[in-house]
């Protein structure tokens, strides 16, 4: 266990978690205790029942969400359990509370049956006004997702797969602006005549995520590689979402390992596992590459060792280098702006733009910047703003 790792564990102990409920009107006298209970409560239940829409009104609906898990794959640990993850999911709801002011509760199931997630997610939606999906395991999350965003009338995202893809999305447009690499794409219809080789190693929740927005923004020529090589479309062993993504990359039908894929690659984003990418590997790609070694807790290479090799922006999901691209700068804005826009489904274009203001934020990107911190007072109501009905 390093220094880091000991320090958390006493701090954890120290306050027995990281999360509180405290409440938000007086409780110090009887008067307020009819006001905030019985008998004063009796009409607002009355209201309520003759108009449900009134909750967000007169109720936390307005402003909660539910932090859900399975404990199937939790950062870089992967099947440990929903006890196991509680720690994590405590994180997200103090981060919502820090950054977002939105109040988020971890709710960790002791399940990892699709169906009965389904079915106790659905159960206690009325207490909240949007849910979000958190470290659930490929396949089973795609189902979850769709079925849960069809069936329920409030917000669902899964966080591993959109909000990583959002900060992916404005590290790589601010990183192109820095490596200059063939012109930066103005927009959708200028960018999908570009020949930027995207490498995504990873074909998990977060792979096929970032890999669907970079298609809708516009990139072409990505290869998208899992544990078995690259996803091409006659590849036999492929099905449903991974199927679905390999019809759409690899135009050139590479097959063979991450090596093969990377000759001749711009830009390798890595959402796998640690040291997987080697030196060697950035050599065969083209001068100046982008790497985004986002494996958390270690990264597939370590900073030092791919600048040493040539790399011009490199990128980990760590805060402890330059360039951090985690999902933890994004999902606060993006439930913000839903729930002050009463957004009930978010849109490829929603999360496009959200990309595009973030990157923004950046007016001079250079090799060690190329995204604004996660404290900056203004990246939740820049991100916000793209996640409206009217975009």
């Known amino acids: 266990m390093d220094k880091l790792g000991k320090q958390s564990l006493l701090m954890h102990k120290k306050f027995g978690g990281k999360l509180a409920i405290v409440s938000k009107v007086p409780l110090q006298t009887a008067a307020d205790l009819s006001l905030a209970y019985t008998p004063g409560v009796g009409e607002i239940c009355k209201i309520v029942a003759s108009n449900a829409a009134l909750a967000k009104t007169y109720t936390i609906k307005r402003n909660t969400l539910a932090v859900v898990t399975d404990g199937s794959a939790v950062l870089g640990l992967g099947n440990i ?4 993850a509680l720690p994590v999911m405590e994180g997200k709801a103090i981060l919502h509370k820090k950054f977002a002011d939105i109040d988020a509760f971890p709710i960790c199931l002791d399940t990892q049956d699709v169906e009965k997630i389904i079915e106790t997610v659905k159960m206690i939606a009325p207490v909240f006004g949007a849910i979000q999906l958190e470290d659930i395991s490929a396949p ?5 997702e769709r079925r849960l965003q069809k069936e329920l009338d409030i917000v669902v995202l899964h966080d591993d797969q959109h909000s990583t893809a959002v900060a992916v999305l404005a590290a790589l447009i601010n990183s192109l602006r820095v490596v200059q690499a063939r012109g930066l794409p103005k927009s959708k219809k200028q960018a999908e005549g570009l020949h930027y080789q995207i490498v995504i190693n990873g074909a998990g929740a977060a792979g096929i995520g970032i890999a669907n927005l970079l298609i809708a923004y516009g ?9 078995k090589g690259a996803l091409y479309s006659s590849r036999a062993d492929l099905r449903d979402e991974k199927l679905s993504l390999a019809k759409k990359t690899n135009p050139q039908r590479i097959k063979g390992s991450l ?6 690659a711009d830009v390798f984003i890595g ?7 080697k030196p060697a590997m950035i050599k065969l790609m083209n001068k100046k590459p982008i790497i985004f070694a986002l494996a958390n807790p270690v990264p597939e290479i370590m900073p030092a060792e791919a600048a040493r090799v040539g790399a011009m922006t490199v990128a980990t999901g760590r805060s402890d280098f330059p360039n951090q691209i985690n999902n933890a700068l994004t999902f606060p804005g993006i439930f913000r ?15 496009i733009k959200a990309a595009e203001n973030l990157a923004a934020m950046v007016k001079n990107p250079s090799a060690k910047k190329i995204l604004p911190s996660l404290f900056d007072k203004k990246v939740v109501p820049t991100i916000a703003k793209a996640i409206k009905n009217d975009i």
Do not use: H, W, Y
Not at 81 to 84: F, I, K, R, V, Y
Not at 219 to 227: A, E, P, T
Not at 338 to 351: E, G, P
């Open 259 to 264: 090596f093969e894929a990377l000759k001749k």
């Open 140 to 144: 089973r999350c795609f189902e979850i």
């Open 337 to 351: 702006g839903a729930l002050d826009n009463n957004v009930r489904l978010i849109t490829q274009k929603m999360l």
């Open 219 to 227: 990139f072409k020529n990505l290869i998208v590689v899992d544990s």
């Open 81 to 84: 359990g929903p006890m196991a």
């Open 271 to 277: 959402v796998s596992k640690a040291g997987l990418l």
